[in-house]
């Protein structure tokens, strides 16, 4: 499939999907998001894919937020809909997708880009990252699920702080209060995360999938149930013989 606005790229069991509209900060508008949620069910029906990595083009901007041009003459119906179908159609996509998306976050992260980020399972930062939620300087909240995850991912007070004042934080700022997990120089961002990314693809992709879910559960009341029905299914499954075969043997395994 072929795409306007974002770069696909597969390397071996890794891809990378790029967003690529640099003269524009690379906002996310309609075609967009339509795209990257496309090339995510691509990938996730791949079974040579096994990780993904999301990040921006250029090293000015990982997403600077959503393109306003879209929706400044918006009511409420059309307002809500934008809302529900980013959250359906990407955000919550990329939550409870089967192969883990890790951020790699190369510049600013604003408003819809930091909820894009925030999506990832995962997110690694440059060291000239700005990571906000502008909302509020426009009379808006966040709408993508901004209100929802970063208060899960920094705490309550944080995400208000965040949130009511609409200032960015560095990117060292956002790996302390656990925002990002790592930060490093721009030139080293790519290179790092598809380290993390090969590590990660060389263990189970059932045991991943299936953690995914229980932790996406982690704070409700179906986790500890879910945790332990998972458990059990793997059980039934050929990762689980070759895992412990392999550990038994004292080799590798070969998922």
Do not use: W
């Not at 970063?150 to 700022?173: H, T």
């Amino acid at each position: 499939m072929s795409y306007e606005n974002i770069l696909l790229n597969k390397e071996d069991k890794l891809s990378i999907i790029t967003i690529n509209r640099p003269e524009s900060l690379n906002a996310l508008n309609a075609k967009t998001i339509q795209e990257i949620s496309s090339a995510l069910e691509e990938l996730n029906s791949d079974s040579t894919c096994r990780v993904i990595i999301l990040t921006g083009s250029g090293e000015k901007s990982f997403v600077a937020g959503a393109d306003i041009k879209e929706f400044s003459d918006f009511g409420q119906e059309k307002a809500e809909e934008l809302a529900r179908n980013g959250q359906n159609f990407l955000f919550n996509k990329i939550e409870n997708l089967s192969k883990p998306v890790i951020a790699a976050v190369n510049g600013f992260a604003l408003g819809g880009g930091l909820e894009l980020a925030m999506a990832c399972h995962i997110r690694y930062a440059s060291e000239n990252a700005k990571l906000g939620l502008p909302e509020v300087t426009l009379g808006l909240i966040p709408g993508y699920g901004g209100t929802q995850r970063l208060p899960k991912l920094v705490g309550k007070g944080l995400a208000n702080e965040m949130i009511f004042s609409a200032k960015m934080i560095p990117a060292q700022r956002a790996k302390e209060i656990g925002l990002v997990n790592e930060v490093y120089p721009i030139e080293d961002l790519l290179t790092k995360t598809k380290e993390l990314a090969t590590v990660i693809a060389r263990n189970s992709p059932m045991a991943i999938s299936k953690a995914i879910n229980a932790v996406n559960l982690s704070d409700t009341e179906k986790g500890f149930e879910t945790e332990i029905k998972y458990f059990g299914e793997l059980f039934e499954l050929n990762d689980k013989k070759e895992g412990v075969s392999a550990f038994i043997e004292k080799r590798k395994p070969n998922f």
